[in-house]
């Protein structure tokens, strides 16, 4: 797992909504929407970060009947650490 050396204004920003709950999982249009990162930024992000191990994703049915599943992700222990190094905290 390769330790990123310098974070982009987009992946802070997403760090920093984790870090807010970093044991929440999160949709992307949720992510979308707090962090005003559009999906053709936002997931490639998302999937580099979990390809890295910072976060978890997991597939979940819908609630409601017909509709997709959705991704939803959340900070491993890796990622912890990394959101409070990056955000600052």
């Known amino acids: 797992m390769a330790r990123a050396r310098h974070a982009s204004a987009q992946t802070r920003a997403v760090l920093e909504v984790f870090d807010s709950a970093p044991f929440k999982w999160r949709y992307g249009l949720a992510l979308s929407k707090q962090t005003g990162l559009k999906s053709g930024t936002l997931y490639p992000l ?44």
């Open 46 to 89: 998302l999937t580099r970060l979990a390809g890295q191990g910072f976060l978890e994703a997991a597939w979940e049915r819908s609630e409601h009947p017909g509709r997709p599943p959705r991704k939803a992700y959340r900070l491993t222990a890796l990622g912890r650490t990394l959101a409070r190094e990056r955000t600052g905290d």
